[in-house]
């Protein structure tokens, strides 16, 4: 059974800083198309980023693209978020999530499985 587990989140300054980090155990991490989405308060979930299962290929969301940088380690099993020039509209509860098939376009929609996520707090 995969398993994601996701840590990094925490409370930043406007302007700041954070790495998130998802931790996969279970399954073979290095075929997942995998990404990233968050779930602010009172909104629905909304898709951040994704990449492919060997890292070649990213695609980010408009709102974060150029602010955040979406990696992995396969050797590693893990997959990051560099979130800079964080804002306020940045908070949200931020879920990693993979695709077992590969499938990058599939993970950006509906993803086979999900962490638990991660609060993230951006304060002006």
């Known amino acids: 059974q995969v398993q994601l587990v996701e840590s990094g989140g925490g409370l930043v300054q406007a302007g700041g800083s954070l790495r998130l980090s998802c931790a996969a155990s279970?399954?073979?991490?290095?075929?997942?198309?995998m990404g990233w989405f968050r779930q602010a308060p009172g909104k629905e979930r909304e898709f951040v980023a994704s990449i492919s299962a060997g890292g070649g290929y990213t695609y980010y969301a408009a709102s974060v693209k150029g602010r955040f940088t979406i990696s992995r380690d396969n050797t590693e099993s893990t997959m990051y978020l560099q979130m800079n020039s964080l804002k306020p509209e940045d908070t949200a509860v931020y879920y990693c999530?993979?695709?077992?098939?590969?499938?990058?376009?599939?993970?950006?929609?509906?993803?086979?499985?999900w962490g638990q996520g991660t609060q993230v707090t951006v304060s002006s």
């Open positions: 279970g399954g073979t991490f290095s075929t997942y198309a």
């Open positions: 999530a993979g695709d077992r098939n590969g499938r990058v376009s599939v993970v950006r929609t509906s993803p086979n499985y």
